[in-house]
């Protein structure tokens, strides 16, 4: 199915104040989204509202909750909550809908809206479909009557409870006693319940990224600016260090070196030690056509798989899904653990690794590394308009690229889905040859992008 063109790959995204991330567009999705998960019986209906600490959540709550409203829907806000926290709560307060208020890792001139449905899971492409279509059409149809208008409440608690959810993923035997854990919030959506989580579970901890303002989230921080993380977890000699993305759900790890581990280290610890523990299902693990040669390899040796989809996490919760598998993630540090999320949570999978640490008696330098990388080199080319991918120039430049890589390798060129970017990936034994064939294909996308 054709996407609509309110939503991208992961919801509706973009600069704030302008199309499609305005009031407007907000309040449409309200009442759109309402209408089609209101059932037809007298109960009052419930949807809960999630967001980030970005200063354009005070605009598009309020519109949201405004659309809600109108067609009887009663609403919860929960204030600043991970993504991951919404799509729980979704589901176990029996919601009818969820809402996440949120942009991810993008600069706080971004903002986006995340759509959750009972079952806690992201909204399928069919049902993003439906609410377009009602997006654009028959917004005065199906407005409540003035006695039948939803009510709306904040749910101070909302903090309290996913903490304790967090809190239970950790084995039972297992305390955090002991452990000196740096935890960069990203100046995000868990600023609070993420220090006070590792906290009560008996670590020391030492916080950054946890003073937002309403611009700061994300600046030089978090998961995608580790640079952060690593100079904390050397000032006070941390023995780990945790960086989550704007709505945590999302995370890298730093060892107590200053070493950076990605995602893929990530999911190769986990799904080692499930393993070994017979805990690992589907037989492997699901991650996205981005993810290194060396983890595929990694699996292999251990006899388990490594399924590949496209790019996001709402692919790889599909596939993990269709195989019944409990563990898939990105190498940007989506890991989703089915067993307790129906979404990417970077403090659960934290957890995880912290599980490992405490019970390897290990440092983590010495599990941050379970496989060897394969080379493999990233650049990202902006552009302001048209389509590069479409230009012979590009076309020609990436069909060299393969004849040269010659099966010894792989190369991915995709449009970003949530940003105007041309993305470039390109590994293989052959680091030279990597790197030449990235910069002639970033050279060819520039051109044709009239950079």
């Given at each position: ?113 995340k ?11 069919a ?6 279509a ?56 868990a ?46 000699r ?8 704007g ?63 496209a ?70 080319v ?35 889905g ?18 030449q064939l ?14």
């Amino acid at each position: 199915m054709t996407r609509a063109s309110y939503f991208g790959t992961d919801g509706i995204r973009g600069q704030a104040n302008l199309f499609p991330m305005t009031a407007e567009v907000a309040l449409r999705v309200g009442m759109a989204a309402g209408k089609l998960f209101r059932s037809a019986d007298d109960r009052r209906h419930l949807v809960v509202i999630g967001k980030d600490t970005r200063l354009s959540g005070y605009m598009i709550e309020p519109a949201l909750v405004a659309g809600l409203t109108s067609v009887g829907m009663d609403v919860r806000l929960f204030g600043p909550l991970p993504t991951p926290a919404v799509a729980m709560m979704t589901r176990s307060m029996r919601a009818d809908l969820g809402v996440m208020i949120s942009a991810s890792h993008n600069s706080f001139a971004d903002n986006g809206i995340k759509l959750f449905g009972p079952d806690g899971y992201k909204l399928s492409d069919a049902m993003e479909a439906r609410i377009e279509a009602h997006m654009d059409e028959g917004l005065q149809e199906g407005l409540a009557g003035p006695k039948q208008l939803g009510r709306v409440a904040r749910m101070d608690e909302a903090q309290a409870r996913y903490i304790e959810i967090v809190k239970a993923t950790l084995p039972r035997a297992l305390r955090l006693t002991g452990l000196r854990v740096v935890i960069d919030c990203a100046h995000g959506a868990a600023y609070r319940v993420a220090p006070t989580a590792l906290w009560e579970l008996g670590a020391e901890v030492k916080e950054i990224g946890v003073s937002p303002n309403g611009f700061n989230i994300n600046e030089e921080c978090g998961s995608t600016h580790p640079g952060a993380l690593v100079a904390a977890v050397r000032e006070y000699r941390a023995d780990i260090g945790i960086a989550l993305d704007g709505d945590a759900d999302r995370l890298v790890i730093c060892d107590e070196k200053g070493q950076v581990v990605d995602g893929d280290q990530i999911m190769a610890l986990i799904a080692a030690a499930w393993a070994d523990q017979r805990r690992l299902a589907g037989g492997g693990v699901v991650a996205t056509v981005m993810s290194n040669l060396g983890l595929e390899r990694f699996l292999a040796a251990r006899g388990l798989a490594l399924e590949r989809t496209a790019v996001g996490d709402r692919s790889v919760m599909a596939r993990m899904r269709e195989g019944a598998f409990n563990l898939g993630g990105e190498a940007s540090g989506h890991i989703i653990m089915s067993d307790y999320s129906t979404t990417g949570d970077g403090l659960i999978a934290a957890l995880q690794v912290l599980a490992e640490l405490v019970r390897s008696k290990k440092p983590m330098s010495a599990l941050a590394r379970q496989f060897e990388p394969a080379p493999q080199r990233l650049e990202n080319v902006r552009f302001s308009g048209g389509a590069p991918l479409e230009s012979a120039g590009v076309k020609a430049a990436i069909a060299q690229a393969e004849t040269k890589l010659n099966g010894c390798g792989r190369l991915l060129v995709r449009a970003s889905g949530t940003e105007p970017m041309i993305r470039i990936m390109a590994e293989g034994d052959d680091e030279k040859l990597i790197r030449q064939l990235v910069r002639e294909i970033a050279g060819a996308v520039k051109a044709a992008a009239g950079g």
